[in-house]
């Protein structure tokens, strides 16, 4: 399957697709950050994956995402217990601005 999809992307695609990456999982991390309650860590560089702390328990948060059909980030306390309340999201080439966007909304409702 991975072959096949980079034998359609072509000569620029990838390039492409990693600058729709890039650009669309700033674009939520810029947004999420704004948030009360919510800091993106922007200690080191990301790509499309990056940790956010949240304001309420992640399970809580995920719960609501589900709620609109938003599958939620990976809990990052069940492995690293310094990181309680912290979620790891990601955005790719698949996530529409307006996906974003909702995902921001209900990020907004579920502020401590």
Not at 39 to 59: A, G, I, M, T, Y
Request: charged content about 25%; aromatic content about 8%; glycine content about 8%.
């Amino acid at each position: 399957a991975a072959t096949v999809y980079m034998e359609l992307l072509g000569k620029t695609g990838l390039r492409q697709v990693t600058k729709l990456c890039y650009h669309k999982a700033h674009y939520a991390a810029d947004q999420i950050d704004a948030l009360d309650g919510y800091s993106v860590d922007r200690s080191k560089p990301f790509f499309n994956e990056f940790v956010v702390k949240c304001p309420l328990p992640v399970q809580e948060i995920n719960d609501r995402l589900l709620l609109e059909g938003i599958i939620g980030g990976y809990d990052l306390g069940q492995d690293y217990g310094h990181l309680k309340d912290h979620m790891l999201l990601c955005a790719t080439e698949v996530n529409t601005k307006e996906e974003i966007d909702v995902l921001v909304e209900v990020l907004r409702g579920a502020q401590a």
